[in-house]
């Protein structure tokens, strides 16, 4: 069976990336897109106008896009497969979590119909990929967005951990070493004053974490008990 195109994978990642910067990140413009893809601005404007000429964007004044309904179709595809992937070889496989990025994009491109269903159902339908960003349901809805940034919380609040909004590999692996990964609980013991550490509790040990690295950590805020 023939494989994908050097053209194909790049509408593929160019139309990846318009999705989650449209749907997760500050719009779509032209400089988010060239920082997002590491290419020159150039490149991008270039191939906005080919995306556009080909139905899967609209391309918007000051340089805007979004996209048509046959590019949604096409990034939520490979942005659904991209994190499925990623559950895959963090389940299956025990990678770790800042090692699944870059294998995954590998093998989003290639990941056909019937693979993704079997992963589906192997992985009991995950609705987060390890990071916890959603995985966007195949009808194209909208998921749902859990999670608020843990420098939001004040001391003495207990949360969840849910995910990061970033997906730098020393990043993860540092918050891995420290124990904070999606599923651990925490209690706030201190935040220091204009923007200084905030101090952690994770399973019974204190840990100080700064201000900077607290906003890209995302949890899912425990309820205070009600009062009687």
Same mark, same amino acid.
């Given at each position: 069976?023939?494989?994908?195109?050097?053209?194909?994978?790049?509408?593929?990642?160019?139309?990846?990336?318009?999705? @989650? *910067? =449209?749907?997760e990140?500050?719009?779509?413009?032209?400089?988010? $897109?060239?920082?997002? %893809? +590491?290419?020159?601005?150039?490149?991008?404007?270039?191939?906005?106008?080919?995306l556009?000429?080909?139905?899967?964007?609209?391309?918007?004044?000051?340089?805007?896009?979004?996209?048509?309904?046959k590019?949604l179709e096409v990034g939520?595809?490979?942005?659904?497969?991209?994190?499925l992937?990623?559950?895959?070889?963090?389940?299956?496989?025990?990678?770790?979590?800042?090692?699944?990025?870059?294998?995954?994009? @590998? *093998? =989003?491109?290639?990941?056909?119909?019937?693979?993704?269903?079997? $992963?589906?159902?192997v %992985? +009991?339908?995950?609705?987060t990929?390890p990071?916890?960003?959603?995985?966007?349901?195949?009808?194209?809805?909208?998921?749902?967005?859990?999670g608020?940034?843990?420098?939001?919380?004040?001391?003495?609040d207990g949360?969840?951990v849910?995910?990061?909004?970033?997906?730098?590999?020393?990043?993860?692996?540092?918050?891995?070493?420290?124990?904070?990964?999606?599923?651990?609980p925490?209690?706030v013991?201190?935040k220091?004053?204009?923007?200084?550490?905030?101090?952690?509790?994770i399973?019974g040990?204190?840990?100080?974490?700064?201000?900077?690295?607290a906003?890209?950590?995302?949890?899912?805020?425990?309820?205070?008990?009600?009062?009687?």
């Amino acid at each position: 069976m023939a494989g994908h195109t050097h053209f194909e994978e790049s509408t593929e990642e160019y139309l990846e990336a318009i999705y @989650r *910067l =449209e749907k997760e990140g500050p719009g779509v413009t032209t400089s988010a $897109l060239a920082s997002e %893809l +590491g290419v020159a601005a150039a490149s991008v404007s270039g191939m906005l106008k080919k995306l556009a000429a080909d139905g899967y964007i609209e391309h918007r004044a000051r340089g805007e896009a979004k996209l048509t309904r046959k590019g949604l179709e096409v990034g939520v595809r490979v942005v659904r497969r991209n994190r499925l992937a990623e559950c895959f070889l963090t389940q299956m496989l025990g990678m770790g979590w800042d090692e699944v990025h870059a294998e995954a994009c @590998r *093998l =989003e491109h290639a990941i056909s119909s019937k693979v993704e269903e079997r $992963l589906v159902a192997v %992985l +009991g339908n995950p609705t987060t990929c390890p990071h916890g960003h959603p995985i966007p349901p195949s009808d194209l809805s909208d998921p749902e967005r859990l999670g608020v940034p843990l420098a939001q919380l004040a001391a003495g609040d207990g949360a969840t951990v849910h995910g990061v909004t970033e997906g730098l590999s020393e990043m993860l692996r540092y918050l891995a070493d420290i124990g904070l990964r999606p599923g651990v609980p925490l209690t706030v013991l201190e935040k220091a004053p204009l923007g200084g550490p905030v101090t952690l509790g994770i399973d019974g040990t204190s840990r100080a974490i700064s201000l900077e690295l607290a906003r890209l950590v995302t949890v899912l805020p425990v309820a205070p008990p009600a009062r009687t």
